[in-house]
């Protein structure tokens, strides 16, 4: 008798909580849901009232390099010479 009632109470031990863990994801699951519409409803709210004009990229604003007339293709590699900088390398102190 001492063994059915422990295999019984096993059994209902494991059904209540498995019946908590379920009710508890359920829970759970809804006030993070609730939670995301509120948000998400008040992130179109300011995002409607809110100017974004400033943080626009401006591309077509960029000043343009013409290329400068004294430039000397290398008869070698077939390329036109650039200027070289020199002096120190501020990479190596």
Known sequence: ???IFKIV???CLFALILSIA???????????????VILSSRRELI????DFT???PRHHHRKH???????EIDPI???????VPTGPNPLHH
Do not use: Q
């Open 77 to 83: 590699y077939g390329v036109e010479k650039r200027l």
């Open 1 to 3: 008798m001492a063994v």
């Open 65 to 71: 390099l013409s290329p400068s007339p004294e430039t």
């Open 22 to 36: 379920i009710v508890f994801c359920l829970v759970h699951g809804w006030c993070n849901y609730s939670d995301n």
């Open 54 to 56: 400033p943080f626009m």
């Open 9 to 11: 109470t096993k059994k």
């Open 47 to 50: 995002a409607t009232k809110f």
